[in-house]
């Protein structure tokens, strides 16, 4: 079954403890992004990258970074997680960095609280 | 500015009533345009997409949408809702990159 996958799907964490959501895809993507939802403010891109080892930041990086090593995988760090990255994380992925009529797949969604 | 507006942030409406959701957007090249639904404790699963052709597209569970150039709205619709139906609904827009941009959804309650 084609699908995006997250783990975990619900972290309590304290501030300033390292955390990693993990990101993957099993469809052969070459584009995944991470995004966070917050209330009144929709899905906001954390992060995208267009293929393994080319990443970039979205409108809303700070506090974050990824990495591509794999084209499956695209984990989401918090290096030192603060109360205002309590959020609600998906991770997507497309075919085809660039072919723009194919839509995202997102994964279930990760609920983050730190406190 | 590139944008999505979703003018309504709370939905109620009676079983087997008909359903419009607003969308307004604000693109500056060719707009491809999505739906999602999020129903709760679920990810985001695609309703719809517009990306050229006919303006009135349908899409899965008994929605459609019309792309309205003129006055830059891509509403949803269904004549008959459905108390499963219950669930918050974004529409997006892209364009010539990979990047999508959500409006900030509607919730829909659905009383029986």
């Known amino acids: 079954e084609a699908q995006v996958t997250q783990n975990p799907r619900y972290l309590i964490t304290v501030t300033g403890k390292k955390l990693t959501v993990t990101c993957s895809q099993n469809m052969n993507h070459e584009y995944m992004s991470w995004y966070r939802q917050d209330p009144g403010l929709g899905l906001r891109q954390i992060y995208y990258?267009?293929?393994?080892?080319?990443?970039d930041k979205g409108d809303v990086p700070e506090g974050y970074k990824v990495s591509r090593k794999e084209k499956r995988n695209f984990p989401l760090i918090l290096e030192s997680p603060s109360p205002n990255q309590t959020s609600l994380y998906f991770c997507?992925?497309?075919?085809?960095?660039?072919?723009?009529?194919?839509?995202?797949?997102f994964g279930p969604g990760t609920r983050l609280t730190v406190t | 500015a590139q944008s999505v507006t979703q003018p309504d942030i709370h939905i109620t409406v009676s079983e087997g009533a008909s359903l419009e959701l607003r969308c307004n957007y604000s693109?500056?090249?060719?707009?491809?345009l999505f739906w999602y639904v999020q129903s709760p404790g679920q990810g985001l699963q695609l309703l719809l997409k517009?990306?050229?052709?006919?303006?009135l597209v349908q899409g899965i569970k008994g929605f459609e949408a019309e792309f309205k150039r003129s006055q830059s709205s891509f509403n949803l619709r269904k004549p008959s809702v459905h108390w499963s139906d219950a669930a918050e609904y974004f529409c997006?827009?892209?364009?010539?990159?990979?990047?999508?941009?959500f409006g900030t959804g509607t919730r829909l309650q659905v009383f029986p």
């Open positions: 997006a827009v892209g364009g010539n990159t990979d990047k999508l941009i």
């Open positions: 517009y990306f050229s052709g006919d303006t």
């Open positions: 990258s267009m293929n393994v080892e080319v990443t």
């Open positions: 997507a992925s497309k075919v085809g960095s660039g072919r723009v009529n194919y839509e995202q797949y």
């Open positions: 693109y500056g090249a060719t707009p491809y």
